[in-house]
């Protein structure tokens, strides 16, 4: 029988990164809520629901600011955090039954924005930024990637190709920076 304490030694510390990740994001959520609601209570909005970091989440729960008014076409306002951005983003929950969920509107930088953003609903997408004629901002491309890759699998495997897709767009990073492209291609 050979030794496998090399194996055991890996899995506890395999183990201790990926609590240690949770860790990380449990705390970042927490303190997105708390900036969401700070910044809230600093331009006088009181919202219905504040922005929450229910324990044992590592997902943001939006303070909800209005409730939808499909009488009259008014969407319902929710706070959320945008990454990206490091900001408040505004997001919107449609007022019929079609949609649910919610979709991203402007950043909340006064009482106004939640005013505007109630009437006109959520933004378009943006179109990927094109560096010109026929070309791709693959930059943008691999961020965006990776910005939605899920971090926290549901099983080993699941968590291990995310760290794998990570790395992928990584690398694809760097040859952007890398390589200087032919006829709008890399």
């Not at 009488?71 to 929950?93: F, K």
Request: net charge negative; hydrophobic share 40%.
């Amino acid at each position: 029988m050979t030794d496998q304490q090399w194996l055991a030694d890996a899995e506890a510390a395999y183990a201790r990164r990926q609590e240690s990740a949770a860790a990380r994001k449990t705390l970042a959520v927490v303190d997105h809520a708390n900036r969401i609601n700070r910044a809230l209570s600093q331009r006088g909005i009181t919202p219905i629901v504040p922005a929450a970091a229910p324990a044992g989440h590592t997902a943001l729960t939006p303070a909800l600011l209005v409730e939808a008014d499909p009488e009259g076409e008014l969407y319902s306002v929710h706070a959320d955090w945008d990454e990206s951005e490091d900001e408040i983003r505004l997001t919107l929950g449609h007022y019929w039954n079609e949609y649910t969920g919610l979709r991203p509107g402007r950043l909340l930088h006064t009482v106004d924005d939640v005013v505007e953003a109630r009437r006109e609903g959520p933004t378009a997408k943006p179109e990927p930024k094109l560096t010109g004629p026929g070309t791709w901002d693959l930059r943008q491309i691999a961020e965006d990637a990776t910005r939605n890759i899920p971090s926290d699998g549901t099983s080993h495997d699941a968590g291990e190709i995310t760290y794998l897709l990570s790395g992928v767009a990584a690398a694809v990073l760097c040859l952007v920076d890398a390589s200087p492209g032919v006829d709008g291609r890399p």
